[in-house]
T-cell receptor
């Protein structure tokens, strides 16, 4: 069965700290990977996506993620977080079908 | 930036009543989706819709649920006889058409919070 796991439920960091949020997936065949962010009171917004090619993908707002096939991982990173990065972060995957399978989300709180 | 819009933002309904959740996808998008998130749980796929018919649906999307594109702009989710366990946030999404549709990211609305009493 297809699944996406996010092991960090709540991460608290101080401003300027580095961030890494874990995401592991279990999918047969081709997989497309996404990170979405949901700021308080707003809709899910796409941060970045991986389909093929360079396993290191760069997204908006200084975020990047690395696809490591051998580890079935697609971790999200940012070298220096800001207070405005406080949000919930969702990893998601799709295969040959269009439907997204989401992880449970990670709430990031950045302290000023 | 074009957005997916959903109405209402919050719907309160008595158990057993019918409810219709409305979505206006991005205008040039052709794939439409509904997801839901029960409080404290994952976002779950319900159904996808293309070319006026359902493309995929999950086990959750049983006979109680239906979707429709009644005109050129709206995309609706109907729950025929609501149950307490239908209480959740319902998200609509849309994506553009491409040769590999699964590559195209989905754009989400703000969601409708459905509360069943």
């Amino acid at each position: 069965a297809q699944s996406v796991s996010q092991h960090n439920h709540h991460v608290i960091l101080s401003e300027a700290a580095s961030l890494e949020l874990g995401c592991n997936y279990s999918y047969g065949g081709t997989v497309n990977l996404f990170w979405y962010v949901q700021y308080p009171g707003q809709h899910l917004q796409l941060l970045l996506k991986y389909f093929s090619g360079d396993p290191l993908v760069k997204g908006i707002k200084g975020f990047e993620a690395e696809f490591i096939k051998s580890k079935f991982s697609f971790n999200l990173r940012k070298p220096s977080v800001q207070w405005s990065d406080t949000a919930e972060y969702f990893c998601a995957a799709s295969g040959s079908a269009r439907q997204l399978t989401f992880g449970s989300g990670t709430q990031l709180t950045v302290l000023p | 930036e074009p957005e997916v819009t959903q109405t209402p933002s919050h719907q309160v309904t008595q158990m057993g009543q019918e409810v219709i959740l409305r979505c206006v996808p991005i205008s040039n998008h052709l794939y439409f989706y509904w997801y839901r998130q029960i409080l404290g749980q994952k976002v779950e796929f319900l159904v996808s819709f293309y070319n006026n018919e359902i493309s995929e649906k999950s086990e959750i999307f049983d006979d109680q649920f239906s979707v429709e594109r009644p005109d050129g702009s709206n995309f609706t989710l109907k729950i025929r006889s609501t149950k307490l366990e239908d209480s959740a946030m319902y998200f609509c999404a849309s994506s553009d058409i491409q040769s590999r549709p699964s590559n195209q990211p989905q754009h989400f609305g703000d969601g409708t919070r459905l509360s069943i009493l």
